[in-house]
């Protein structure tokens, strides 16, 4: 009983609520309330992280089942389908846990939605795009010559995410979310990297990294790692660094597993279930540097009833990524509630022609009142 206590303690301290069990198998368990909840059950030395997406509702097991197994299974007759990470770590040690457990519940939320059966908003990033494209898109320019782009002279923000291996370095105030794939140029030849260029295409404005924490090392043999445009990153305190230099950096400072705040804070949000708190978790990922969060905190306060403050956040969004057709979409949401149907008009016209029917905006316009 002691460890489950000690695992609990862990969990409450990164401000994870959770409930104990033991399961008729003997196995103890921690079960963390998140949606959709996560089981993190303690099995001999170890740790084993669990999240059961049907056969847990609310958190509480039926009838004192035995504890849950298996490995990445849908088992569609039954209605669930089950995650499972093991974790070899001492009896003693529960470092890492709590990280875990948000990592787990994020790739829930985001990878399998229609398990998830409260998660209704919109994610803010196209991830399975992001998947099969890597940071470049279809439309990338990787065979472009590199001579002659200069880098921004903006200081850089760096996002460190290691639950969706990504590595952004950008200038601070822009994002990469939804950029048209021209706007990126590979920098080696698996197309992990690529850097962000700015409007005109001709000023570099940051670069990004895909699974720079799984798998192989990322090869930094590729000449533009190193003679490309260098850049001022002031958290690694590098002024004048290439991207190859950037790279090393962040893996010595981060290793495979640490993120940097803005990350965390918009993961902790996409995994809380209570939208206010979910708007506090995006505020400090804003005031983190994540501009994305503008975004998600837009449309969150929308949720929220809240759409004066929402107005701001999403006509900032619009203007930082006007391809964006959801971003245009929840900015008309907001000048609905405020009462501007004239702009909501404009927004919603502007929706359909960055993503067609990908949005509700057509329905919405029509919907709109004379």
């Given at each position: 009983?002691?460890?489950?206590?000690?695992?609990?303690?862990?969990?409450?301290?990164?401000?994870?609520?959770?409930a104990?069990?033991?399961?008729?198998?003997?196995?103890?368990?921690?079960?963390?309330?998140?949606?959709?909840?996560?089981?993190?059950?303690?099995?001999g030395?170890?740790v084993?992280?669990?999240?059961?997406?049907g056969?847990?509702?609310?958190g509480?097991?039926?009838?004192?089942?035995?504890?849950?197994?298996?490995?990445?299974?849908s088992c569609?007759?039954?209605?669930?389908?089950?995650?499972?990470?093991?974790?070899?770590?001492?009896?003693a040690?529960?470092?890492?846990?709590?990280m875990?457990?948000?990592?787990?519940?994020?790739?829930a939320?985001?990878?399998?939605?229609?398990?998830?059966?409260?998660?209704?908003?919109?994610?803010?990033l196209?991830?399975?795009?992001?998947?099969e494209?890597?940071?470049?898109?279809?439309?990338?320019?990787?065979?472009r010559?590199?001579?002659?782009?200069?880098?921004?002279?903006?200081?850089?923000?760096?996002?460190?995410?290691?639950?969706?291996?990504?590595?952004?370095?950008?200038?601070?105030?822009?994002?990469n979310?939804?950029?048209?794939?021209?706007?990126?140029?590979?920098?080696?030849?698996?197309?992990?990297?690529?850097?962000?260029?700015?409007?005109?295409?001709?000023?570099?404005?940051?670069?990004v990294?895909?699974?720079?924490?799984?798998?192989?090392?990322?090869?930094?043999?590729?000449?533009?790692?190193?003679?490309?445009?260098?850049?001022e990153?002031?958290?690694?305190?590098?002024?004048?660094?290439?991207?190859?230099?950037?790279?090393?950096?962040?893996?010595?400072?981060?290793?495979?597993?640490?993120?940097?705040?803005?990350?965390?804070?918009?993961?902790?949000?996409?995994?809380?279930?209570?939208?206010?708190?979910a708007?506090?978790?995006?505020?400090?990922?804003?005031?983190?540097?994540?501009?994305?969060?503008?975004?998600a905190?837009?449309?969150?306060?929308?949720?929220?009833?809240e759409?004066?403050?929402?107005?701001?956040?999403l006509?900032?969004?619009?203007?930082?990524?006007?391809?964006?057709?959801?971003?245009?979409n929840?900015?008309?949401?907001?000048?609905?509630?405020?009462?501007?149907?004239?702009?909501?008009?404009?927004?919603?016209?502007?929706?359909?022609?960055?993503?067609?029917d990908e949005?509700?905006?057509?329905?919405?316009?029509?919907?709109?009142?004379?």
């Amino acid at each position: 009983m002691k460890r489950r206590e000690e695992l609990q303690d862990v969990l409450t301290a990164d401000g994870l609520d959770s409930a104990g069990v033991t399961y008729a198998d003997g196995v103890q368990a921690a079960i963390v309330e998140l949606h959709p909840p996560v089981v993190v059950c303690l099995e001999g030395g170890g740790v084993e992280l669990r999240a059961d997406l049907g056969a847990i509702p609310g958190g509480e097991p039926d009838d004192d089942p035995d504890s849950p197994a298996g490995t990445w299974i849908s088992c569609e007759d039954e209605g669930r389908c089950w995650l499972v990470a093991d974790d070899d770590v001492p009896s003693a040690d529960f470092t890492g846990v709590p990280m875990r457990c948000r990592a787990l519940a994020a790739i829930a939320r985001e990878l399998l939605p229609a398990m998830a059966e409260d998660f209704d908003a919109e994610p803010p990033l196209d991830y399975e795009t992001r998947v099969e494209h890597g940071p470049l898109g279809p439309d990338a320019s990787p065979g472009r010559d590199l001579e002659g782009l200069a880098a921004t002279s903006i200081p850089m923000h760096l996002t460190v995410d290691p639950w969706w291996g990504n590595l952004e370095l950008l200038a601070f105030g822009t994002t990469n979310d939804g950029l048209p794939g021209e706007r990126y140029v590979a920098i080696d030849d698996e197309a992990r990297s690529a850097f962000v260029l700015g409007e005109d295409g001709e000023v570099v404005v940051g670069f990004v990294v895909r699974d720079y924490n799984e798998g192989e090392p990322l090869e930094l043999d590729a000449p533009a790692f190193w003679s490309g445009p260098r850049f001022e990153v002031p958290t690694l305190g590098l002024v004048g660094a290439s991207a190859g230099e950037v790279v090393l950096a962040v893996r010595a400072h981060y290793g495979d597993d640490r993120a940097t705040v803005d990350a965390a804070h918009f993961h902790s949000a996409m995994a809380e279930e209570d939208q206010a708190e979910a708007a506090s978790q995006w505020r400090m990922a804003l005031d983190a540097g994540d501009m994305k969060a503008h975004y998600a905190l837009g449309y969150t306060l929308c949720g929220l009833g809240e759409h004066r403050q929402a107005y701001g956040h999403l006509r900032r969004y619009t203007e930082l990524v006007p391809t964006n057709g959801w971003a245009w979409n929840w900015l008309g949401q907001a000048c609905e509630g405020i009462g501007d149907l004239a702009e909501a008009r404009a927004a919603y016209e502007r929706a359909i022609e960055a993503d067609g029917d990908e949005t509700d905006a057509a329905e919405r316009l029509e919907d709109l009142p004379t």
